[in-house]
């Protein structure tokens, strides 16, 4: 059976920097388990699976635009001076990092303008603006269950056959 919209995939995954270094990988969070073309995943790596089969594996040159966006296109928020410590210099162009509260996972924030009662930033992924490379293997494929076509989502399991069939 082969990768094609709408159906299941699981893939292990490597994901490097441009420098070629792994800055995430499916030996530490495990394989990722979605339904194609739904936007699940980097629209990069969705589109490039399509006509893959089971084990196959391949490398890949994700541009930023097909990955995690470019820099300029990060959604912006203005966030009340007060959050920041006192005296803080936040001149703009700076970057730094701060936690989503989901799962440990940080969000790389890059200040575009300052006032004495805030300061609006930029909020975009870590390798926003990157080429990535991705070596991917198909693990599984299979057709999604008619609750995941209805969620528009995979299940990490899907539930059983309904019993006689």
Do not use: C, N, W
């Not at 790596?45 to 296109?73: H, N, Q, T, W, Y």
């Not at 390798?127 to 209805?150: C, N, P």
């Amino acid at each position: 059976m082969k990768v094609e919209a709408g159906r299941v995939a699981t893939l292990t995954y490597d994901i490097t920097d441009e420098k070629g270094e792994i800055i995430e990988s499916s030996e530490l969070s495990g394989p990722v388990t979605f339904l194609v073309g739904k936007g699940a995943i980097i629209p990069g790596l969705d589109s490039r699976i399509v006509g893959m089969s089971k084990d196959e594996e391949a490398d890949l040159s994700i541009p930023a635009a097909e990955a995690f966006g470019a820099v300029e296109d990060a959604p912006q928020k203005t966030i009340p001076r007060t959050e920041f410590p006192a005296g803080a210099q936040l001149d703009p162009g700076l970057r730094f990092e701060a936690g989503t509260g989901v799962q440990g996972q940080t969000i790389l924030l890059e200040v575009v303008e300052t006032s004495e009662e805030a300061v609006v930033v930029r909020m975009m992924h870590p390798l926003a603006g990157q080429t990535i490379g991705m070596s991917i293997k198909v693990v599984s494929v299979r057709d999604a269950t008619s609750g995941e076509t209805e969620a528009g989502k995979a299940m990490s399991k899907p539930p059983p056959p309904p019993p006689g069939k």
